[in-house]
């Protein structure tokens, strides 16, 4: 998955010397994309740029558009489609971008039913894997692959002119792609059209579940049962959930080679139209074998992509088989370290020190953990259930600690907070919101480190030490040395209520650091001192090579443990 660095930095002056001789590498990741945060919108549910495309009579008896699920304090969820859509993404790049992100993660594009679904149980406001009265407006329901939702484009903005306009706001683009399942397929009590059903890209009948249950399906004999498992439905008391299918989704048939080529060639169609990444829905449902083929058929006319799957587990160890270049060789979405975010920024309030384990920056189980998608919440989850000033100590760690950083849209303004899927999770933003958003506290702060980070190599992809991580304080350093770079980043963090005066003298090397926030410079000869502010963030940078022994004896370690890591993966022939 570790590429080489897209763009070559110039080397460091010393403290107006001349160029440093070259000293060992310490780097984290080569990755590319690691210098791009990531804002992921559930695009129908951001802004609605086109209402011509709201399609708000669809569904006949089973209407589409609109459909609130009631909460019992009034703060209701929704079902329906609410209108978002290519262009609200595309006349909001510039606010995605100058927020300080990179890149914008998009939910499935691909052709939906036309219909809520009447199977399943009912939904309510706390439910979870229920779909009744349920539409496809996240995506994630596919019932033809070559198609684009009709819900998403305009007259003029086809998915290859989205892209093109949000790389001209220098924002890449993460496609979400599903591998696993289709639309929800049996228990309606009477068949509806496209659920259950696949269609090819000239739209012809391909795959049919016929409103039957996996266990009575007879692929032996019926064509359009070949697509999917025979397997019935897991008990969770009995197994795993990822042992069976996926609530009534139709579940593809990893063994039939007719899948494998059906989904690489609709997802080549759409990386051709631009797509720079792709989020990879549901990994773990499938098996390794299969994933290590699908990733080399994509990277066969995509070099390097870089890919990241949902794997929803907090097993650091299970999660991390898919990044092995002998299975899926791709990252995940570090979801062991956004439990222990919630737990530190939430309501539970516990010290920094729950984030240390989940980094794994040492021995641990990934392939490379400065490579995982960090994130504190989405849109299979509640959102974070913190005040105002817990968001913004989550975004400052969020931007500063390994991995690459994803925020779920909304929470520039903790939009939602706390709230499930069924329960607003995934409400609707809308554009009065975007164009309001400067004015909530969390925004300014956010969009500070956001534009530190894309501005600092060092907190990109630099190894990271932990000098302390205790209570309300998180000191460590970030260090870069690697093709031209000789950088080192001091973090400091204080999630505390009253200002903190922060002393370090672990690590901290001689020289001119300069405040990357706050602007000016500290000379430092032994001990690094500064007032955090409550809730607040010091980073100072010394753009030198690495001359502190003890320092260097921890990156030494940290390279040793990368290089064994490298070793003991089996490659892929």
Request: aromatic share 10%.
């Amino acid at each position: 998955m570790r590429v080489r660095l897209s763009v070559a930095v110039g080397f460091a002056l010393v403290a107006g010397q001349a160029l440093a001789a070259p000293g060992p590498e310490y780097v984290g990741t080569t990755e590319p994309f690691a210098s791009d945060a990531v804002y992921f919108v559930v695009t129908d549910r951001f802004v609605n740029g086109d209402p011509s495309n709201d399609h708000r009579d669809q569904g006949g008896k089973h209407p589409t558009f609109d459909i609130p699920v009631p909460c019992p304090d009034k703060v209701d969820g929704n079902i329906g489609y609410l209108g978002g859509d290519f262009k609200g993404v595309l006349d909001n790049a510039d606010y995605i971008r100058n927020l300080g992100f990179g890149a914008v993660w998009i939910t499935p594009i691909v052709d939906n039913p036309d219909q809520a679904f009447t199977g399943s149980k009912e939904i309510s406001c706390t439910s979870t894997l229920t779909d009744r009265g349920k539409t496809g407006y996240h995506g994630y329901w596919g019932t033809n692959f070559y198609k684009v939702d009709e819900h998403l484009p305009s007259a003029g903005l086809q998915f290859a002119d989205f892209t093109k306009g949000l790389h001209a706001s220098k924002l890449k683009v993460v496609l979400d792609i599903v591998g696993n399942h289709g639309s929800p397929s049996w228990t309606m009590p009477v068949r509806q059209p496209q659920f259950g059903q696949i269609f090819d890209k000239d739209g012809t009948l391909i795959a049919d579940h016929e409103n039957q249950a996996p266990q009575q399906l007879d692929p032996e004999h019926n064509p359009l049962h070949a697509f999917y498992n025979n397997i019935g439905p897991v008990d969770a008391s009995k197994g795993s959930i990822f042992d069976g299918n996926l609530a009534e989704l139709g579940d593809f048939n990893e063994h039939n080679p007719a899948v494998m080529d059906y989904l690489v060639g609709a997802y080549l169609q759409w990386t051709a139209q631009g797509v720079d990444a792709l989020r990879i829905d549901t990994i773990g449902w499938l098996p390794h074998p299969w994933w290590n083929e699908f990733v080399r058929r994509v990277r066969a006319e995509h070099p390097g992509m870089f890919m990241f799957g949902e794997a929803f587990d907090y097993d650091a160890a299970k999660i991390a088989e898919h990044t092995w270049p002998a299975n899926a060789n791709v990252s995940v979405l570090d979801f062991p370290s956004r439990g222990a975010m919630e737990e530190t920024f939430g309501l539970k309030q516990k010290g920094f020190e729950t984030l240390a384990e989940p980094l794994h920056l040492l021995g641990g189980p990934y392939a490379n953990p400065y490579e995982l998608m960090s994130f504190y919440d989405n849109h299979d989850m509640p959102r974070l259930d913190a005040s105002d000033a817990g968001f913004i100590d989550a975004n400052n760690w969020l931007f500063t600690a390994r991995g690459i950083p994803v925020l779920y849209y909304g929470s520039e303004t903790g939009f939602m907070r706390g709230r499930a899927e069924h329960a607003g999770n995934r409400a609707y933003f809308g554009q009065p919101r975007v164009d309001a958003a400067p004015q909530s506290p969390i925004f300014g702060p956010l969009q500070r480190v956001a534009t530190l980070r894309e501005a600092t190599p060092a907190l990109q992809r630099g190894l990271q030490v932990n000098e302390r991580l205790q209570g309300n304080e998180a000191v460590f350093f970030r260090v870069l040395q690697y093709d031209g770079v000789k950088q080192t980043a001091l973090v400091l963090l204080n999630k505390g209520d009253a200002n903190a005066r922060m002393e370090v003298t672990r690590y901290v090397q001689p020289g001119t650091w300069r405040d990357a926030l706050d602007g000016g410079s500290v000379e430092v000869s032994g001990t690094l001192k500064a007032d955090v502010p409550a809730h607040g963030i010091k980073v100072f940078v010394l753009d030198a090579p690495v001359q502190q022994d003890a320092l260097r004896a921890e990156l030494d370690r940290a390279m040793s443990d990368q290089h064994a890591r490298s070793r003991r993966a089996v490659p892929i022939r």
